[in-house]
Nanobody
Framework: QVQLVESGGGLVQAGGSLRLSCAAS????????MGWFRQTPGKEREFVSG????????YYADSVKGRFTISRDNAKKTVYLQMNSLKPEDTAIYYCAAGTSISVSDFKGAFDYWGQGTQVTVSS
């Protein structure tokens, strides 16, 4: 089992940047494919980005491609989401997730563990 704690959310103006962090504890972090999701009230949860165990394969939703960068540091048991050129439509609660059965070719599959979320608000 793994516990996930997100941090780094906040209020930023459009065009600004934030870096989210997700610190893991518990079993070996490098066993997990990691992902970032986001959700706003009344909308379905959106898979924003994913990264394979060694960080070789990554995935980005079209809505964030070219603006967001996912990375991980297995020694620190942390995954990051660098968010640049933020837009008001990026406003959401961002969740970190970990999974062992995620396909790294298309990042399909069910994530097993979730963090509590961190709020990102982008003002226009």
């Amino acid at each position: 089992q793994v516990q996930l704690v997100e941090s780094g959310g906040g209020l930023v103006q459009a065009g600004g940047s934030l870096r989210l962090s997700c610190a893991a504890s518990g079993r070996t972090f490098s066993m997990y494919v990691m992902g970032w999701f986001r959700q706003t009230p009344g909308k379905e949860r959106e898979f924003v980005s994913g990264i394979s165990r060694a960080g070789i394969n990554v995935y980005y939703a079209d809505s964030v491609k070219g603006r967001f960068t996912i990375s991980r540091d297995n020694a620190k048991k942390t995954v990051y989401l660098q968010m640049n050129s933020l837009k008001p439509e990026d406003t959401a609660i961002y969740y970190c997730a970990a999974g062992t059965s995620i396909s790294v070719s298309d990042f399909k599959g069910a994530f097993d563990y979730w963090g509590q979320g961190t709020q990102v608000t982008v003002s226009s």
